[in-house]
Nanobody
């Protein structure tokens, strides 16, 4: 059982920056992915970014490319989502999730579809307002 805990959500002004954290319990699989998703009221859950454990390969949705970046601290089993130049449309509950079964030696890249993620955190609220 993988446990994920997000933190760092806050109220930020447009144009501001924020870093979210996703602390994961130890994952014994060699191949897995961690993804960030977000969901605004009345909207479907959107894939934001993901990272593959083995390769470090990342994916960013077009809506955040150039503004959001991932980093990780393997010693702390923590993944960070650094968000810059925040826009009102970035406001949402942000979730991190773990995919333990879609990533392999033959398919090492992370997949940004929520359908393949098996374990989810409780979410952290990001509010953008002046």
């Amino acid at each position: 059982q993988v446990q994920l805990v997000e933190s760092g959500g806050a109220l930020v002004q447009p144009g501001g920056s924020l870093t979210l954290s996703c602390a994961a319990s130890e994952i014994t699989s060699d191949y897995y992915a961690i993804g960030w998703f977000r969901q605004a009221p009345g909207k479907v859950r959107e894939g934001v970014s993901c990272i593959s454990s083995r390769t470090g390969g990342t994916y960013y949705a077009d809506s955040v490319k150039g503004r959001f970046t991932l980093s990780r601290d393997n010693a702390k089993n923590t993944l960070y989502l650094h968000m810059n130049s925040l826009k009102p449309e970035d406001a949402a509950v942000y979730y991190c999730a773990a995919d333990l079964f879609s990533v392999s030696a033959d398919q090492p890249m992370c997949i940004i579809s929520s359908l393949v993620y098996d374990y989810w955190g409780q979410g952290t609220q990001v509010t953008i307002s002046s």
